[in-house]
T-cell receptor, first 114, second 113 residues
Framework: EAGVAQSPRYKIIEKRQSVAFWCNPI?????LYWYQQILGQGPKLLIQ????????DSQLPKDRFSAERLKGVDSTLKIQPAKLEDSAVYLC????????????FGSGTRLTVV | GENVEQHPSTLSVQEGDSAVIKCTYS??????FPWYKQELGKRPQLIID?????GEKKDQRIAVTLNKTAKHFSLHITETQPEDSAVYFC????????????FGKGTMLLVSP
């Protein structure tokens, strides 16, 4: 099966600019996650979608981050305006949404804010 | 919410030795514990997982043990090889279709030939 697709792979922006990331999950996977992985740390959940509804966005900095999942398939994550501390790898993952299943991660987008 | 602690942060072993990575979790409701391997610049990949109804699971050279009473679980790699060098993450969740994974901070394993 095809994996989780993410783009772009790399992005360099200046602080206060905006940026958007795209994710296409594995076909049929109802649950989609965005994680932020700062260098040297484990992935931290930003937002979880079940189909096109938000299940958990408690750790999403909503003053600057937004995400949507149109039609329950592709998803975009946006940062506006970006801060230096947003430099990280943004990982998208999907799962079937049933009990006790691990995630399949995409390759991630490495964001550098200068 | 759930908190997962992982130790050690780095682990250096000689090829052929065993490696053990330990994690503790805080939420007694957690019942699903996967381990991910992340090679440099690549995506995390699931290598093994365990559910709370079992105490140990093996897959060739890797094994995971779970002690629900003490709320800790461990990854064991035997006969390590240079290609085992990577960052390993443990994680925990309540295992429902909607529950999210909380990750540890990772262990960088270096296997020297």
């Amino acid at each position: 099966e095809a994996g989780v697709a993410q783009s772009p792979r790399y992005k360099i922006i200046e602080k206060r600019q905006s940026v958007a990331f795209w994710c296409n999950p594995i076909s049929g996977h109802a649950t989609l996650y965005w994680y932020q992985q700062i260098l040297g740390q484990g992935p931290k959940l930003l937002i979880q979608f079940q189909n096109n509804g938000v299940v958990d966005d408690s750790q999403l900095p909503k003053d600057r981050f937004s995400a949507e999942r149109l039609k329950g398939v592709d998803s975009t994550l946006k940062i506006q305006p970006a801060k230096l501390e947003d430099s990280a790898v943004y990982l998208c993952a999907s799962s079937v949404g049933r009990r006790d299943y691990g995630y399949t991660f995409g390759s991630g987008t490495r964001l550098t804010v200068v | 919410g759930e908190n997962v602690e992982q130790h050690p942060s780095t682990l250096s072993v000689q090829e052929g030795d065993s490696a053990v990575i330990k994690c503790t979790y805080s939420d007694s409701a957690s019942n699903y514990f996967p381990w991910y391997k992340q090679e440099l610049g690549k995506r995390p990949q699931l290598i093994i997982d365990i559910r709370s109804n079992v105490g140990e699971k093996k897959d060739q050279r890797i094994a995971v043990t779970l002690n629900k009473t003490a709320k800790h679980f461990s990854l064991h790699i035997t006969e390590t090889q240079p290609e085992d060098s990577a960052v390993y993450f443990c994680a925990a969740s309540m295992g429902s279709g909607y529950s999210t994974l909380t990750f540890g901070k990772g262990t960088m394993l270096l296997v020297s030939p």
